[in-house]
């Protein structure tokens, strides 16, 4: 809750709030009453803040907006513009190609920091004794 008040700039008190007057928010919530938004969710809010905080609309507006179905292909419009936002985004450290590594210069790093870890412990223990 708390990125998604971040990202849409309102009190995550009011996402709260938002969720018992539009029964069509339902994140979903895990251990300790924690909730995970989905996209279509945060989709959602975002338009329901522009509607309250741009568009001048009361939450009464809002809701018989949703009732009447009229505002589907704005929320569909959003959803899509998420989307290609999304495809946009550069690639996770997961989807690069894998860098090809000289084995004996890694292993030979890496026992240079062994090697120096026990150092360190070694002076700690001295400090601490």
């Given at each position: 809750?708390?990125?998604?008040?971040?990202?849409?700039?309102?009190?995550?008190?009011?996402?709260?709030?938002?969720?018992?007057?539009?029964?069509?928010?339902?994140?979903?919530?895990?251990?300790?009453g924690r909730?995970?938004?989905?996209?279509?969710?945060?989709?959602?809010?975002?338009?329901?803040?522009?509607?309250?905080?741009n568009e001048?609309?009361?939450?009464?507006?809002?809701?018989?907006?949703?009732?009447?179905?009229?505002?589907?292909?704005?929320?569909?419009?959003?959803?899509?513009?998420?989307?290609?936002?999304?495809?946009?985004?550069?690639?996770?450290?997961?989807?690069?190609?894998?860098a090809r590594?000289?084995?004996?210069?890694?292993?030979?790093?890496?026992?240079?920091?062994?090697?120096?870890?026990?150092?360190?412990?070694?002076?700690?223990?001295?400090?601490?004794?």
């Open positions: 809750i708390s990125e998604v008040a971040l990202e849409l700039d309102v009190p995550q008190h009011v996402l709260r709030f938002w969720e018992t007057r539009f029964t069509q928010i339902r994140p979903l919530k895990r251990g300790g909730r995970y938004y989905r996209p279509e969710d945060v989709a959602l809010l975002r338009l329901i803040r522009e509607l309250l905080y001048g609309y009361t939450i009464k507006g809002v809701q018989k907006l949703m009732r009447d179905g009229a505002l589907k292909q704005r929320l569909a419009q959003i959803e899509s513009e998420v989307v290609a936002a999304a495809a946009s985004a550069p690639p996770s450290i997961d989807a690069l190609p894998a590594v000289d084995d004996e210069a890694l292993r030979g790093r890496l026992r240079a920091l062994l090697t120096e870890l026990e150092e360190l412990r070694e002076r700690l223990r001295a400090v601490l004794a």
